[in-house]
């Protein structure tokens, strides 16, 4: 095992605060004004836009859940109508996936980092990579557009013939806002295969690459495999809704549930375009933080890409009671069970590198175990929902409801959270406060725990999702999740405060604060504009024998003197 | 000449490559866009065979005026490779630009046919209320003209630059040559598809 210098008890990085005006040449303050933001073409700043974007819609998304938990906390109305309840529902869903989750990851931090870990200046396509923002924006100021033209309730799924047939003004402005997010997501994910197919620096084999690209690499396989068929989806829908053309419509001899399964062709992979790179983020911030050498690197490696393959051959799961055929039924329940082997080998691999590490408990890291443990929760209890016999008792009840946010949000957006903690030093070359960021992971994670684990007990006695109504028995796990999603709100408060306050008051980053041996921290914090002077070359980004902590810089540095060994030899590595 | 490139990648070769790669990923999720309305079609009309309610009793057949459709964007993909072939032999800016003229002209033609045919049928009774038979034709032969279309304008820009003889032997002079072809390319063998899987839909 690797023994390595640690700080002494109660030093962190970055403290006591280094003086001075930090790097002089950093992306931040290379031109200044804000066009020379919104028409960059620097990965670093279409990063931290898309950062600034999907928070601003996690805020929004996270009001409209608050919205809907508190209309929810006991039967009858609350505070608001049933039909604004099935709006603020729907709305919380859309914005969460389209906004939040899908470009959370490979478009806010993928993009920053992913040119970096590759030690290269940029992304393959730097204008293509700008233009997806800019449909991005587009794409969210019609979202925006659909809720001032009277909003839209038709559940993120958009299933027919409520889609069809709702009168409310805001299906047609939000159908065409996903089809532009979507085409925004399809030429990020090209731009990143060409990237790491074309600029992977001297030395750095396929299995040298750091486990975050894998995972980057195999999300982007799906976004644009998958993607399009929401797209053709979509318009068909608007088609329909505008012409009754009757393709979803069985009254005319079309078919309402070949809208669900092409809706889920393209949806259910895209529950993977959301795990998969949060999986590529614990991998790494496991390692780093635990300053171990990750154990089983092409298993999970190989896992990211067999998950990607998996996640087209399962969609039928979520249609078990919408008349599909028995025999199909069967077939996709047991593809379902298949995609538990890839998420379980990724799990031990991590508890097997964890195990004898020398863990630093640095907020990324209480992240990532939470993640480990939500994600338990959430991909065993998959299992259940996949097995034929119980989805249909399970099947649209708030069982389903817990599941899918013990693994979209306790372990995508936890994922997302536990990589925007781990880089942001890296992004703003500011330390946030550590105990604030403690205190706020453990909020988090106990109101999560709360709100969710509570649902399954009333998924499993009945209560259906989505009603705005429900029975008195139901009352008490309803006013506990409740008051859980209170606690995460003051939880994702308080982060969202001393992150802002790290921006003017917090401490300098140095180089490389956790101890992390990949090319990202190898450059100062904020890098510089066009990241590295030379392209660096690379070697084993785990071996962390070499890394150890420096008084001086308060960080860690990489003893150059001990690296010739492990970068030589061009073989691929494991 | 040098070209003015925002591209981080600083090898031509592998700028070269990385652009067709690229474009190669952009046709495979293209692909799966006609793959998807193609299996629309083919879902709609089975399950409507089955209940015996497809085509309508006074709709016309298949439109044969689109074997017509088939053979000028056929010869399009014909005289885009022999742009891109006499490129690569080093002839003059006039005879790649010829063959560039030729195929913007044929790809007009085919739009032209598409209209006719699209006329044509909404006349004989084949209008757009009156049956999915008649709907999923116009949506499948729309969404390939609609990317027929968006074609329209890199076409005619290629082809303003083979004129001025921009394209050379060397690949790295016409990176813009081999995209646009690779792209009509593409839509003609999604034409092929297209054409076969609307004559065997259009019977009764």
Redesign the interface.
């Known amino acids: 095992m690797t023994t390595i210098d640690t700080p002494r008890a109660g030093d962190i990085a970055g403290n006591p605060p280094v003086g001075g005006t930090g790097p002089v040449d950093n992306y931040l303050t290379w031109t200044k004004g804000a066009l020379s933001w919104i028409f960059t073409l620097d990965h670093k700043r279409i990063g931290v836009m898309y950062l600034t974007g999907v928070l601003v819609s996690f805020l929004v998304g996270g009001l409209f859940a608050l919205i809907v938990r508190t209309e929810l906390i006991a039967p009858g109305k609350t505070f608001i109508e049933p039909e604004t309840y099935n709006m603020f529902f729907t709305l919380h869903g859309a914005v969460m996936v389209f906004l939040v989750i899908i470009p959370s990851i490979p478009a806010s931090l993928g993009n920053f980092v992913l040119p970096v870990m590759l030690g290269a200046k940029d992304v393959a396509f730097p204008r293509l990579n700008l233009f997806s923002f800019h449909l991005w924006m587009i794409g969210a100021l019609f979202t925006v557009l659909a809720l001032l033209l009277g909003g839209f309730d038709t559940g993120w799924t958009f299933y027919t013939p409520y889609s069809t047939k709702t009168d409310m003004g805001g299906v047609v402005p939000v159908l065409f806002g996903v089809f532009i997010l979507g085409f925004s997501s399809i030429f990020t994910g090209l731009n990143f295969i060409v990237t790491v197919h074309k600029m992977r620096p001297p030395g750095m084999t396929w299995f040298r690459m750091p486990l975050f690209l894998w995972a980057i690499y195999a999300t982007a396989l799906i976004q644009i495999l998958a993607t399009p068929v929401l797209a053709i989806t979509l318009m068909l829908v608007g088609l329909e809704r505008a012409f009754q053309i009757g393709i979803f419509d069985a009254a005319m001899g079309g078919d309402p549930v070949l809208f669900q399964h092409f809706f889920w062709f393209y949806s259910h992979p895209a529950v993977y375009i959301m795990i998969l790179p949060a999986m590529g983020i614990i991998s790494d911030l496991i390692a780093v933080h635990s300053h171990r050498h990750i154990f089983g690197y092409s298993f999970i490696a190989y896992s990211s890409v067999a998950i990607a393959i998996f996640s087209f051959l399962v969609w039928g799961h979520h249609m078990f009671t919408s008349g599909q055929s028995a025999l199909l039924n069967t077939i996709f329940s047991a593809i379902t069970f298949s995609v538990a082997v890839p998420s379980a080998i990724k799990v031990f691999n991590w508890l097997a590198t964890l195990y004898k590490g020398s863990i630093a408990l640095n907020t990324p890291m209480l992240y990532a175990l939470g993640f480990i443990f939500l994600f338990t929760i959430g991909g065993l209890t998959g299992i259940y929902l996949g097995t034929l016999n119980v989805d249909v008792h399970l099947h649209d009840t708030y069982f389903v409801v817990a599941h899918f946010h013990y693994v979209m949000m306790g372990s995508a957006l936890i994922g997302f959270i536990g990589g925007l903690h781990h880089w942001w030093p890296k992004m703003f070359g500011r330390m946030y406060n550590e105990t604030a960021g403690r205190i706020g992971f453990v909020l988090v994670f106990i109101g999560f725990n709360v709100t969710f684990f509570t649902q399954f007990m009333l998924g499993s006695q009945g209560m259906p999702r989505r009603y705005y109504d429900y029975k008195p028995e139901f009352e008490i796990y309803h006013l506990i999740s409740t008051i859980g999603s209170y606690i995460m709100a003051a939880g994702f408060f308080l982060t969202a405060i001393y992150l802002l306050h790290s921006l003017f008051r917090g401490a300098r980053a140095p180089a490389n604060p956790w101890g992390g041996r990949s090319l990202e921290w190898q450059c100062t914090s904020p890098p510089p504009h066009d990241n590295f002077k030379v392209t660096p070359s690379v070697g084993d980004c785990y071996d962390f024998s070499v890394v150890r902590w420096s008084e001086e810089e308060h960080g860690y540095v990489i003893d150059r003197s001990k690296e010739t060994d492990s970068s030589s030899g061009e073989g691929s590595g494991h | 000449m040098p070209v003015v490139t925002?591209?981080?990648?600083s090898d031509q070769r592998?700028r070269l490559?990385?652009g067709r790669?690229?474009m190669l990923?952009?046709l495979?999720?293209?692909g799966?866009?006609f793959g998807?309305?193609i299996i629309?079609y083919v879902?709609?009309r089975l399950?409507?065979v089955a209940?015996n309610?497809w085509k309508p009793d006074d709709s016309p057949d298949f439109p044969w005026l689109l074997l017509l459709s088939t053979v000028l964007l056929l010869s399009s993909s014909a005289t885009m490779h022999a742009a891109v072939s006499s490129a690569r032999r080093g002839r003059p800016g006039r005879t790649v630009g010829g063959w560039m003229s030729v195929t913007c002209v044929l790809v007009l033609a085919f739009l032209v046919s598409q209209v006719v045919v699209w006329t044509d049928l909404a006349l004989s009774n084949l209008v757009?209320?009156e049956?999915?038979y008649a709907?999923?034709f116009y949506?499948l032969t729309g969404?390939h003209a609609l990317h027929v279309l968006f074609g329209l304008p890199p076409l005619a820009l290629t082809t303003r630059s083979a004129w001025r003889g921009r394209y050379g032997p060397d690949p790295v002079s016409r990176p813009g040559l081999w995209h646009c072809s690779a792209y009509w390319h593409f839509l003609d063998g999604v034409w092929v598809v297209l054409f076969l899987v609307l004559a065997w839909g259009t019977r009764g």
């Open positions: 925002d591209s981080p990648i592998t490559d990385a790669l690229g990923l952009f495979l999720s293209l799966m866009v998807a309305t629309a879902v709609v399950q409507l209940e309610n757009f209320d049956s999915l709907w999923m949506i969404l």
